[in-house]
């Protein structure tokens, strides 16, 4: 067995056993300060890296030279520099479509309890402040039957529309580059230009990868065109938003609340204005963060390195044209 494969984040005892009947398996049930020297000497003769979030690039690849695959365990991959692995033959895995169902339930989740105001509520309670009968003050809006606007109607985006148009009878706007006729047909759905979703939804909810085109892609302008009764929930990438912008536009008053899973820097700063504004629910990246999702994802990934390391068609493999110079 002469294949070695770096595992870099807490996995299920069955994946690693599994990896086991086909390498070497290191593991690293996180990465941190202290054990970097030792993950570096290891990546010098390792064949397969599988993990999350760790940025791989020329840096990280000029220490692994005998790296041939990155099974990444999340369906984002702008952790990874594509073209310094495709100049390098390094093949790469992503792990979509099983994850679907647990963000768009994170998602609803955080429709919900932005709408509703339903941490601030909680805390309310808990904080002994309950003492007489709610008044409009502390009341949210509502959810079912109003319009939700969906930038990225991919695979996540299209569960998410399932639940709000079939479960909640929500009216569903999208904006992609490219327009799906099955999701329209699917859900009665509207292809808008970008500025007329922001004008029109009293739900936007960005769920596009983070890409040079879709960095910053919401910042002020864009929440200024908003209603100001509108919310806005981010689950994609924190710095498809500038961050700047939406603090300023929640201040303003251009929108009303804001549902966030992810931040410009994670974790967020603890600093950062968003903590302290009622109006705005935070959550630490949770979106597929169940037991069941993550042995799912976990285990796709290992699929994928398993394919590679005996001669299989990879079953989600990374394909993306990159641009030539
Ligand atoms: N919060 C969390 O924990 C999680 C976050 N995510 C994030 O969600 C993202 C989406 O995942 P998934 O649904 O599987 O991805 P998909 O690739 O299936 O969907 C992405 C959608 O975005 C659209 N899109 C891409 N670029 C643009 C653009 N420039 N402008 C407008 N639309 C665009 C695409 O349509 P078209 O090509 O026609 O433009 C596509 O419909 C992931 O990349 C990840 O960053 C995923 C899982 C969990
Ligand atoms: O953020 C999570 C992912 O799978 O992407």
């Not at 690693?16 to 000497?41: C, G, H, I, Q, W």
């Not at 792990?95 to 941490?119: C, H, K, Q, W, Y």
Request: hydrophobic fraction near 40%.
């Amino acid at each position: 067995m002469s294949e070695k494969i770096i595992v870099y984040r807490k996995v299920d005892e069955q994946v690693l056993n599994y990896l086991r009947e086909y390498a070497e398996v290191v593991y690293f049930e996180k990465l941190t300060p202290e054990n970097m020297d030792e993950f570096y000497s290891e990546l010098e003769t390792t064949t397969v890296l599988l993990g999350s979030l760790l940025k791989i690039d020329e840096s990280l690849l000029n220490k692994a030279p005998n790296l041939k695959m990155v099974a990444n365990s999340s369906v984002g991959y702008d952790n990874l520099d594509l073209q310094a692995l495709k100049s390098r033959g390094i093949i790469a895995s992503n792990t979509p479509e099983v994850l679907n169902e647990t963000v768009a339930d994170t998602i609803f989740g955080l429709i919900l309890s932005t709408a509703r105001r339903m941490p601030e509520l909680v805390q309310w309670v808990k904080n002994g402040e309950w003492n007489e009968n709610l008044t409009e003050e502390y009341f949210g809006v509502d959810v079912h039957h109003k319009k939700l606007g969906i930038i990225g109607m991919g695979r996540i985006g299209q569960t998410l529309a399932q639940r709000a148009h079939f479960g909640f009878g929500m009216d569903i706007y999208y904006h992609n580059r490219s327009r799906n006729l099955e999701v329209e047909e699917r859900f009665n759905a509207t292809f808008c230009s970008l500025d007329d979703l922001l004008q029109e939804v009293d739900f936007v909810c960005l769920l596009t990868p983070l890409t040079k085109e879709t960095e910053k892609m919401m910042g002020y302008e864009q929440f200024k065109k908003m209603k100001p009764s509108a919310i806005f929930i981010n689950a994609s990438r924190g710095k498809t938003v500038d961050e700047e912008g939406l603090i300023q536009a929640l201040q303003d008053g251009e929108i009303l609340a804001a549902g966030l899973d992810v931040y410009e820097k994670e974790p967020v700063d603890k600093n950062s204005p968003l903590l302290s504004m009622k109006n705005v629910v935070t959550l630490p990246h949770i979106g597929s963060a169940t037991s069941e999702t993550r042995l799912k994802m976990t285990m796709l990934a290992a699929q994928n390195a398993v394919a590679y390391l005996t001669g299989k068609e990879i079953p989600t493999e990374i394909k993306v044209k990159l641009e030539t110079h």
